[in-house]
């Protein structure tokens, strides 16, 4: 029997080391744990667009960084003969008068518009299946701004329906949060609603390193990575 293209796993071959993760199940969430400075955004684009490969789109929610340079840095990663599909909800532009004409750039007013960052995603989602592309891969740069908006209660009371979302339509989703920014408490919490996760830490000897947990048949050990 013959598995539907949309329910294929997605690849991550060439992205992070073979013995941490080569793909995950369509309808998968992760959640990308890492300090400040420790490369987990430039980790969380290289997923997105190691898809482009295969014909899949992204969509990014950015929290930190404006349109601009989200869509500077992904296009930077794209081989020559990639399909590229990219979106883009920018919930900081508005706030910083730096919003953009770029086409696929959608603006919210704030990373506490949890409501609007909703519907964007609702009409890229529409205009996605109207293109009649079934693969896409949805990266959410960052959570931790989105905590200092609104309370634990309503981000996770979000977060259970965008990720439910993705799962039912065979995506895969990629959260990028800062535990340091957290009490241990309020990871757990979101940590609840998500399938696995890639941990990054920095060690003053081996460098950048990654595990991986909760897709794993158990969790891997530390690896370095660039």
């Known amino acids: 029997m013959s598995v539907h293209p949309a329910a294929m796993p997605y690849t991550f071959d060439?992205?992070?080391p073979p013995e941490l993760l080569t793909e995950v199940e369509a309808g998968t969430n992760l959640l990308v744990s890492?300090?400040?400075?420790?490369?987990?955004?430039?980790?969380l684009l290289q997923l997105l667009a190691r898809g482009a490969s295969e014909g899949e789109g992204?969509?990014?929610?950015?929290?930190r960084n404006p349109?601009?340079?989200?869509?500077?840095?992904?296009?930077?990663?794209?081989?020559?003969?990639?399909?590229?599909?990219?979106?883009?909800?920018?919930?900081?532009?508005?706030q910083s008068d730096t919003a953009t004409d770029l086409d696929g750039v959608h603006d919210v007013s704030s990373p506490g518009d949890l409501t609007g960052i909703g519907i964007q995603f609702s009409e890229i989602a529409r205009e996605a299946e109207e293109t009649g592309l079934e693969r896409l891969r949805v990266?959410?740069?960052?959570?931790?701004?989105?905590?200092m908006y609104v309370d634990l209660q309503r981000l996770f009371r979000f977060l259970h329906v965008f990720t439910s979302q993705i799962q039912s339509r065979?995506?895969?989703?990629?959260?990028?949060?800062?535990?340091?920014?957290?009490?241990q408490q309020e990871v757990n919490t979101i940590s609840q609603l998500f399938d696995g996760m890639i941990e990054i830490r920095l060690?003053?000897?081996?460098?950048?390193?990654?595990?991986?947990?909760?897709v794993t048949s158990s969790p891997t050990d530390w690896v370095a990575f660039e």
């Open 139 to 147: 990266g959410f740069d960052s959570l931790s701004p989105l905590l």
């Open 14 to 16: 060439g992205v992070l």
């Open 34 to 43: 890492g300090p400040a400075m420790s490369g987990k955004r430039q980790l």
């Open 203 to 214: 060690d003053d000897d081996a460098g950048r390193q990654a595990r991986v947990r909760g």
């Open 170 to 183: 065979d995506w895969i989703g990629l959260f990028a949060i800062d535990p340091d920014s957290h009490d």
């Open 67 to 94: 349109a601009d340079d989200v869509v500077d840095e992904y296009d930077a990663l794209l081989p020559a003969d990639a399909t590229r599909f990219l979106r883009v909800i920018d919930c900081v532009s508005n």
């Open 58 to 63: 992204s969509i990014v929610v950015t929290s």
